[in-house]
């Protein structure tokens, strides 16, 4: 189950007022992104996607966590009965479905790493993971980003990126172009679209 359009906002707008940051425009850039790729895509619904990549991020409402922010969102999510918000707020970090992959410190408490762990193990990957995986690859906090330089950010900022995950977002871009028939960049409106 997931919430309303109307509610997924309501929900982003709450958890901005708690932590406030750049992470809230990225979230709705990487809707933006979900929404127009998955609306040409045979099998994904449009608003589906929106309120998947809208909520994706949305454990940030607890602070300023790294890995914390995974193991938030999926609890917060499944608490309030959106199973499938929750999946993604596990999978979007996690391109081989292990917790080796994630970038960023592992700021988790034994507990939390094992609920990942346990999880991750259980979940079976759809388009809708691998949608938003690639959508959170795109986005920036205030516009749609090459994801080489997206990537290149990343690794910036943490001193690494690995190059299986880095292979793996190219390999999505590809699929999902494949799967629109179209140009990915022309598809999520880079060249215009801004917050």
């Known amino acids: 189950m997931i919430p309303t359009r109307i509610e997924a906002e309501r929900l982003l707008r709450e958890a901005e007022k708690d932590n406030p940051g750049p992470w809230g425009n990225h979230s709705r850039i990487t809707a933006h992104c979900a929404e127009k790729i998955a609306g040409l895509c045979d099998g994904l619904y449009a608003e589906k996607a929106y309120v998947l990549g809208l909520l994706h991020d949305i454990g940030r409402k607890f602070g300023v966590r790294h890995l914390g922010h995974v193991s938030d969102g999926y609890t917060y999510m499944k608490a309030l009965g959106y199973d499938e918000v929750a999946k993604v707020c596990l999978t979007h970090s996690f391109h081989n479905q292990s917790a080796k992959d994630y970038i960023g410190k592992f700021d988790t408490s034994d507990e939390e790493l094992e609920l990942i762990n346990h999880a991750l193990a259980k979940v079976v ?38 190059q299986e995950k880095w292979d793996a977002n190219i390999r999505l871009k590809r699929y999902f172009e494949e799967k629109t028939g179209k140009d990915i960049y022309y598809v999520v409106e880079k060249e215009t679209y801004r917050l």
């Open 125 to 162: 990957m759809d388009d809708y993971d691998r949608l938003i995986q690639l959508c959170d690859s795109l986005a920036g906090s205030e516009c749609v980003l090459d994801i080489e330089e997206r990537m290149g950010d990343v690794k910036r900022r943490y001193g690494y990126y690995p």
